[in-house]
């Protein structure tokens, strides 16, 4: 059986693994200036982030049509694909996944959907799991996709609470802090909900608390280190974490895509990692 995989751009997935493994990847919409952007098209994330603390209007985000999805389940059904994994970012945060629902059932039975429960590279190694599987037929794919949640810690540390508390999309406990915005949030993505887990003051502190979230994983199988437009800060920090804890061979360096850089605003860090 041949299995397509569809993910949406909160995948994060490098561009190389995505050409290697043929992902098809649903873009989100950034809006930006009364211009509407198909996520990772037209501005990169460097531009994004150098331009984001200077507009005027608030950058806002949208989930893909239900013919953006059309597209891609089509291509893969007409290059021979049997069945289609459609893993997607957070219910709780977005829309993308009922789209990709809606979208699935012009195919009957033939598309899975899967909801992560997460974003970012969280996502992503949901995605990667499932591809090293698929050999072994679906039900496998979904157990492996399953493992991983289970094993994922996603953790940031925002450099601003402003573009959170501007997304509405602040978590209670980091909102009522009202308007203390020189302070640094702590955020985790987990079971597809913002969750605090601890707040700072300055960038040095923000960084120890990093490195002390990623040595209590334990073992890790995989790992992202995530940033936006924070790469020297993202290398010095793998650096220091080089020194404490054994890392997995294949390290990867994300400049998280601007649909979500949008709520964390720039110079943020933080890492998505799967325990052994």
Do not use: W
Request: proline share 4%; aromatic share 4%; with cysteine.
């Amino acid at each position: 059986m041949k299995i397509g995989i569809v993910t949406d751009s909160t995948s994060d997935l490098p561009a190389d693994l995505i050409k290697k493994y043929q992902i098809q990847v649903v873009p989100s919409i950034l809006i930006l200036e009364g211009k509407e952007y198909a996520d990772g098209i037209g501005i990169s994330r460097e531009d994004f982030y150098t331009r984001l603390p200077t507009l005027q209007t608030k950058v806002t985000t949208a989930a893909p049509s239900i013919g953006d999805f059309l597209t891609p389940y089509q291509t893969l059904f007409s290059q021979g694909c049997d069945h289609i994994l459609s893993i997607h970012a957070a219910s709780q945060l977005t829309t993308i996944v009922n789209s990709a629902r809606q979208a699935a059932q012009e195919f009957g039975d033939k598309v899975t959907i899967i909801d992560s429960g997460s974003l970012s590279m969280g996502l992503g190694f949901q995605v990667l799991s499932a591809i090293e599987n698929l050999e072994s037929g679906i039900p496998s794919a979904i157990e492996a996709i399953e493992s991983t949640k289970k094993k994922l810690k996603v953790i940031a540390a925002l450099d601003t609470m402003e573009y959170l508390k501007r997304s509405g999309r602040a978590p209670a406990l980091v909102a009522n802090l009202g308007g203390m915005l020189s302070i640094k949030p702590m955020i985790e993505i987990k079971h597809g909900e913002v969750k605090p887990v601890g707040v700072v003051r300055t960038t040095k502190q923000a960084d120890e608390k990093i490195l002390n979230f990623l040595a209590e994983v334990g073992d890790i199988q995989r790992l992202a280190i995530l940033h936006t437009n924070a790469e020297a800060r993202a290398k010095n920090l793998l650096n220091e974490l080089n020194k404490k804890i054994s890392l997995p061979q294949d390290v990867l360096f994300v400049n998280v895509t601007a649909v979500i850089g949008t709520h964390l605003g720039p110079n943020a860090i933080g890492f998505a990692a799967v325990r052994k």
